[in-house]
């Protein structure tokens, strides 16, 4: 558990209100984050199908997943911002595997990678608790 909150410190990045840090300003690597609802599986997205929100692009396989997440953006958004759930939990914000995700009570969260999301499955409800209590003060930061 030292180990990962350590590897967890280590990879911190700097905080911005959508983690779009890894491919130029592109949001959750460039997955669809409908898909994650709709197909229950994660699928990368496309240039084709991209719209601008919260100062970050997202895309989308498809226009049909495109023109849901413009109507309810929060709905398909992931919590904390797209950063690691487990990572927020800790008090760090953290990057993300878009593979490694799991929809919790129509929520969707990303982890750091599917080593952490084994951890964090541990104790979902104490996770989220945790992130929830920390994620206004990682914005601080």
């Not at 984050?33 to 498809?62: C, H, M, Q």
């Not at 023109?67 to 919590?79: C, L, T």
Request: with cysteine; aromatic share 14%; charged share 25%.
């Amino acid at each position: 558990m030292l180990l990962l909150t350590l590897l967890l410190a280590a990879s911190a990045i700097a905080v911005e209100p959508v983690n779009a840090i890894a491919l130029k300003n592109v949001a959750i690597k460039g997955y669809d984050p409908v898909a994650y609802f709709a197909d229950a599986k994660a699928i990368e997205g496309s240039e084709d199908f991209e719209l601008t929100w919260r100062n970050a692009a997202w895309r989308f396989a498809s226009a049909a997943h495109r023109d849901e997440f413009e109507k309810n953006p929060e709905k398909y958004a992931p919590q904390y911002g797209g950063y690691c759930a487990f990572g927020v939990s800790r008090g760090y914000a953290v990057d993300v595997d878009p593979e490694a995700w799991h929809v919790v009570d129509g929520k969707l969260y990303l982890n750091y990678n599917k080593d952490v999301q084994t951890e964090w499955r541990k104790d979902v409800a104490g996770y989220v608790k945790k992130a929830d209590e920390n994620w206004p003060k990682i914005l601080d930061k």
